[in-house]
Structure formats: structure tokens, C-alpha cells
């Protein structure tokens, strides 16, 4: 299973059994997450909870074989922790 398939199974997961919901960021959207993967940078995210505007969850190598810890940087995010 590459990465996008387990952010994917993360982010189904996660809809599955909370209220939040994922779709594609538009030109127009101002709060959305920003998926990157800078290998050095490890696993983190910029920001813990809804901040109104651009957050970034950095999948580095550090967290790319373990859905569940996709799990919870999504849900640091979104301050479901």
C-alpha cells in the first residue's frame, strides 16, 4: 500500500466514525489542509486545532507506514484529539 492509499484509508476511517468530512481543496477555499511529504522534515503538523486558513500536515518518512498515525495528525488538525 503506497501513501496516498494510506492517507486515504486514514482519512475513510476517520469519516467513518466522527462527523468530519474531506474534499478537494478549490481555488477559492481558504481553510484547508495541505498534504505534503518532505522526507526530512519527519511527520508533524503546523498547527494543533482549526485555525480559518492554509495548515500543513507534513507525512515524512517518519510516519509513512503506520495508518494510525496518519489517523492522528488528521485528527490533531481538526482538534479531535
Same mark, same amino acid.
Given at each position: @500500500? *503506497?501513501?496516498? *492509499?494510506?492517507? +486515504?484509508?486514514?482519512?475513510?476511517?476517520? @469519516? %467513518?466514525?466522527?462527523c468530519?468530512r474531506f474534499?478537494? %481543496?478549490r *481555488?477559492w #477555499? =481558504? %481553510? &484547508?489542509v495541505? /498534504? #505534503? *511529504?518532505d522526507? $526530512?522534515? !519527519?511527520c508533524? =503538523?503546523?498547527? /494543533?486545532g &482549526? #485555525? !480559518?486558513r492554509?495548515? $500543513?500536515?507534513?507525512? !515524512?518518512r517518519?510516519c509513512?507506514t503506520?495508518?494510525? @498515525? +496518519? /489517523?492522528?495528525?488528521?485528527?490533531h /488538525? %481538526?482538534? &479531535?484529539?
Amino acid at each position: @500500500m *503506497d501513501r496516498q *492509499d494510506r492517507l +486515504h484509508k486514514a482519512m475513510t476511517q476517520i @469519516m %467513518a466514525v466522527t462527523c468530519l468530512r474531506f474534499e478537494p %481543496a478549490r *481555488d477559492w #477555499t =481558504v %481553510a &484547508y489542509v495541505a /498534504i #505534503t *511529504d518532505d522526507e $526530512e522534515m !519527519g511527520c508533524f =503538523v503546523r498547527n /494543533i486545532g &482549526y #485555525t !480559518g486558513r492554509r495548515q $500543513e500536515l507534513n507525512l !515524512g518518512r517518519t510516519c509513512q507506514t503506520v495508518s494510525l @498515525m +496518519h /489517523i492522528q495528525r488528521i485528527r490533531h /488538525i %481538526a482538534n &479531535y484529539s
